[in-house]
């Protein structure tokens, strides 16, 4: 590391502990007390253990996103089925009333709108704290929407983990030391749902920087 401290925290952390030791032996030499020497060294600890505990508190933040989320895709999920069995009894022995009493929109006419199209040219980047931005092209009528699905290598299927109307998403709740991880983009508008192709994520390769798209 250069003579002079950077200017990053993390950088100047591992700046001065490397000075530590050339400092204390050479004091004398260079006109520092035993007074100064133990106050920088205590300074450094205590950084030190604030940036551990800060990298803690980031894991253990992205796991309490993490859970939360899973809990309410389990509950969009069950609501997603209630209301199909919703406007299939409406469409039968219900009545038009059902969706005035459910507080629901009535179920669109097949045919009124085309699907969209399938997303293609995804790709993923990883910021410097970890997270992966997800980009990608698409095209559909008015409304139409992007529901961003993940698969963790501890997980059997994919998993919702955001809605947007946007191509482009980032996903902040990665667990630490999950590789590959494996995303997919789907276009949705009313009944229509079509699935783009599966991104693989790897993390600590030579294109760690770069996620990949490959079929499943």
């Known amino acids: 590391m250069g003579t002079n401290m950077p200017g990053d925290r993390a950088q100047a952390v591992d700046w001065v502990e490397e000075h530590l030791e050339p400092w204390t032996e ?7 007390s035993a007074e100064q020497i133990a106050a ?3 300074l450094a600890q205590t950084a030190r253990q604030k940036q551990i505990a800060a990298g803690q508190a980031r894991s253990a933040a992205k796991a309490a996103t993490a859970a ?12 997603s089925d ?3 069995e919703l406007k299939a009894y409406a469409r039968g022995d219900g009545g038009e009333q059902v969706y005035q009493l459910a507080q629901i ?3 669109e006419k097949p045919g009124e709108a085309p699907p969209p199209n399938m997303p293609s040219d995804a790709r993923s980047t990883i910021t410097n704290d970890g997270d992966v931005h997800l980009t990608w ?3 559909g009528p008015g409304g139409t929407r992007y529901h961003v699905m993940r698969k963790l290598p501890t997980e059997t299927k994919f998993f919702f983990i955001g809605d947007t109307s946007e191509k482009a998403f980032t996903d902040d709740t990665v667990p630490n030391g999950a590789t590959p991880v494996i995303y997919q983009i789907v ?3 009313t009944d229509n749902r079509v699935p ?3 991104i693989y994520v790897r993390f600590g390769t030579s294109n760690g920087a770069q996620g990949e798209e490959a079929a499943a």
């Open 82 to 84: 209630l209301i199909l």
């Open 105 to 107: 929109s009535k179920r």
């Open 68 to 79: 939360w989320h899973a809990a309410a895709d389990q509950m969009k999920a069950y609501s």
């Open 187 to 189: 276009a949705v508008h």
């Open 137 to 139: 092209k698409g095209k």
């Open 40 to 42: 920088i060294t205590l």
């Open 196 to 198: 783009g192709e599966p």
């Open 26 to 32: 050479n004091q004398a030499a260079i006109n520092l």
